[in-house]
Structures are given as C-alpha cells and as structure tokens.
C-alpha cells in the first residue's frame, strides 16, 4: 500500500476501542493507546496519541500459521518529514493516480 492510500485510509477510520492502562505508575497514560479499523477494508491500526507512533497489524501468510504482528508505519507530520522520505526514496518518475 503507497502512502498517500495508507494517508487515506487513516482519514477515513472508525475508533472502536481505546485501550487503557491498569499499571498504577502510569495513570496519566490511561487511553494512550487506540485500536482502529477501517471503514473501507481489513485493517487495523494501533495509535499511540501521545507521539502519533503508527502501527498496522500484518498478517504473514508465507509463515507457519500465518501469525499476525504490528508492522511500524511511517509518518509524515511536517514539509521536512517529506523533504527526509523523498530524500531517502527518490521521487517516482509519475504519481501513481487515486
């Protein structure tokens, strides 16, 4: 999936549960974390609201069983997180259409 159609897919998200935090010592972090489902397909993100950290949760068909795992999502928060991604990645010769 490109990042504009992750970038998509995460504007158009249902939350269905915030899950909290029963350590004592980390009261202040109740609801910290969020697991969301699409609206338009399986998937299913884990947010932490406290510094924007993505994850989607991945099936690995190609292994035993098939186990599922949080997979780290890039994000781009400001013109030089995009500058750094285009830096790293190149630009691609035509964008790709919506």
Known sequence: MGLTRASLIAGMITI??????TSVAAQDQIGRYQI?????GDQTF????????????VRFPELKTEPMAWQSMLT?????DYDALTKRYGKATEAPQQ
């Open 16 to 21: 269905v549960l915030a899950a909290t935090v």
């Open 36 to 40: 969301i489902i699409s609206t338009i």
């Open 46 to 57: 884990l947010l932490d609201t406290t510094n924007g950290s993505v994850w989607q949760l």
């Open 76 to 80: 781009i928060n400001s013109s030089a």
